[in-house]
């Protein structure tokens, strides 16, 4: 898990500078060191323990000069504890390559026993570090700079998006197995990212490598190759992101910033799907699709969260369906097979565990469908459809504006796949992006925050739709304040957690509606309550809730489904500013990243 980017400029000397900035916006896959290999005649190599700041810290009473090419590298470490030593870019011992790696080489032992008995010295504790050392030994043998890279690269096994530079040379080479690579192409030079924020901001022109291609960066030129050096033909695609929408855009967090972004966003994952007059939901990438009961989910963290809302959408609208966190799905000791559907819901679409899923899934026969936010994305390229949820960047470590859109492209999903046609659920899925920012206008959230901002734990509870958002509240608090926080679907308190509840910890309460389901939430909350444990209820006001909160955050009236959506986006806030008080690293957890690569 980590950012790799490269460039080789033509009409620019300051690689440098491109390979910085690109690394800021990579920063969100991992920030435990980052560094950057300047080639020219000689290497230079610079690194840092650290966010990239100790790095650029570093770098500015460095002597650097121009250099038009370069490779850098933002580390989420695997192999070897965060360190100088373990930061990347990783040399051989003569200093004649060095190279950046995201993913992990499951033989590294196995070469690194090799090579230490041929006299290699490590100086790392990584995986990565066997690459440039076996692409010294090739270089030894008389090979030249790329068939070096290639030989090296084909004794990898595992996950790998490479990129190594030459001492002498002004080419950038790189390679991909199941890690993103995506290259672009500007007027003033080339550029390799495992993002495409990493260089939008220069180009809007890219390439995604596939799986088993090479790709050499010489000038303004990109060659492709395949495993066996034949020449692929490439097509070059224009993203359609503002290089504003991957800035922070005057906000002190991106978190705030894409809490904030849910009604356009939101707007834009329902363009052209929704028929009002109909009340039909129609989505393109579905066309002429069969489906064949019942329907299986796997994903992770938020993702999970929201695919147990899918779920249960679809078996609502008569689909028996089930979520399987991905980590737990193993598709040979389930039921899968040809006639099955699995969707994997995964932002980024690179998340290890649910491509293990997907991929299981593929093998045994079942249909397989990805619901992500990243075209171009793993997911997005091995699966047989696509649902794009059209949130845009998410830089966020902590999701928020991807899962409303999640929410609101599997409701379209679960509709479109299962006939369900409703006038009025489209009517209220048009009207969410209004209800969420008639929340985000208020201060309330706020002021729970601040008010509990030293409670001892935080307790979430919801019934039906609101259960997977009372879990999903609970990880957005523990995510970004460090403090214990726990969702439960509302009626198993009394089966154990009531235990937990003191004067010291607030319980959240969604509850909308005046239906069965809020009327039991009601009975649970009343529990709470005769505890002496502050109440907060997340309420549309059609309730009595009320009566047995010390706070309430409102949510405009609603049909259960589209109001969970709404309900989320209080729980993101209190939790926002809840680490905000506590002076938490919010964009950037301790111990997490935005995007988890490895199983
Ligand atoms: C959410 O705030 C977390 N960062 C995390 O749980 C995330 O949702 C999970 O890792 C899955 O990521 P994905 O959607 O990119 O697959």
């Known amino acids: 898990m980590c950012g790799i980017i490269g460039y080789v400029g033509t009409d620019r000397s300051d690689a440098a500078d491109v390979l910085l900035h690109g690394l800021s916006q990579l920063e969100y896959r991992g920030y435990d060191s980052a560094g950057i290999a300047l080639a020219d005649g000689r290497l230079d190599v610079h690194k840092r323990q650290g966010e990239l700041s100790a790095l650029e810290n570093a770098l500015a009473g460095a002597e650097i000069g121009n250099k038009t090419t370069g490779i850098g590298h933002t580390r989420w470490s695997t192999h070897g504890p965060p360190s100088d030593r373990n930061a990347h870019p990783h040399t051989d011992a003569e200093n004649r390559v060095a190279v950046v790696h995201n993913g992990i080489i499951e033989n590294y032992q196995k070469l690194r026993d090799e090579l230490t008995a041929e006299g290699v010295e490590f100086r790392s504790e990584t995986d990565t570090e066997v690459i440039p050392h076996l692409i010294a030994g090739y270089l030894e043998d008389g090979l030249d700079h790329e068939a070096a890279f290639r030989a090296a690269i084909d004794r990898l096994e595992g996950s790998y998006a490479v990129a190594a530079v030459f001492a002498g040379s002004e080419t950038v080479y790189a390679a991909r197995h199941e890690s993103p690579l995506v290259l672009g192409i500007a007027d003033d030079g080339t550029y390799l990212a495992s ?91 579905f066309d002429g699709f069969e489906l064949t009961p019942p329907v ?45 559907v699995v969707v994997g819901v995964t932002q980024s679409g690179e998340t290890a565990d649910t491509l293990r899923a997907l991929r299981e899934a593929s093998a045994a ?94 307790f979430f509870i919801g019934r039906g739709y609101h259960y997977p958002v009372a879990l999903e509240g609970a990880l957005k608090m523990k995510e970004i304040t460090y403090k214990h926080a726990e969702g439960f679907a509302a009626g198993e308190l009394k089966h154990g957690p009531l235990a937990l509840v003191t004067e010291q910890t607030p319980v959240f309460a969604i509850v909308t509606g005046d239906g069965r389901r809020a009327e039991k939430t009601i009975g649970n909350v009343k529990e709470v309550e005769a505890r002496g444990t502050p109440v907060v209820a997340v309420t549309d006001g059609r309730s009595e809730v009320g009566r047995y909160a010390d706070h309430v955050l409102e949510v405009p009236p609603a049909g259960e489904i589209t109001s969970s959506m709404v309900a989320n986006v209080q729980l993101q806030r209190v939790a926002y500013w809840t680490a905000h008080e506590l002076g938490r690293s919010i964009d950037k957890p301790r111990n997490l990243a935005k995007s988890v690569t490895v199983e």
Not at 249 to 261: A, L, V
Not at 373 to 380: D, F, I, K, L, P
Not at 418 to 447: F, G, K, M, N, T
């Open 195 to 285: 993002d495409v924020p990493a260089f939008i901001e220069f180009t809007d022109r890219v390439i995604y490598l596939e799986d088993g291609e090479f790709a050499r960066l010489e000038g303004d030129e990109i060659s492709v190759t395949d495993s066996e050096g034949r020449l692929v033909e490439t097509s070059i695609e224009t993203i359609e992101w503002d290089p504003e929408d991957a800035g922070k855009s005057g906000y002190d967090h991106y978190m705030r910033k894409e809490i904030n972004e849910q009604p356009s966003a939101l707007r834009d994952c329902f363009r052209g799907r929704l028929d009002e007059l109909s009340g039909r939901v129609t989505l393109e990438e």
């Open 296 to 340: 299986t989910f796997v994903a992770c963290g938020t993702s999970y969260h929201a695919a147990l809302f899918g779920a249960q959408l679809f078996r609502e609208w008569g689909v028996p369906a089930h979520a399987y966190l991905a980590s737990e799905f193993e598709a040979e000791a389930m039921p899968i097979d040809a006639d099955s």
């Open 365 to 458: 026969g079942a249909t397989t469908v990805a619901v992500t936010n990243v075209v171009g994305s793993s997911a997005a390229r091995e699966t047989d459809r696509v649902l794009y949820i059209r949130a845009g960047p998410e830089i966020s470590v902590a999701a928020t504006k991807t899962f409303a859109s999640q929410q609101a492209a599997l409701t379209m999903l679960a509709a479109a796949l299962s006939d369900h046609r409703s006038r009025e659920l489209v009517q209220e899925l048009r009207a969410v992006p209004d209800r969420i920012q008639s929340v985000l206008d208020e201060d309330a959230a706020r002021e729970v925050a601040s008010t509990y901002a030293d409670a001892g734990a935080y």
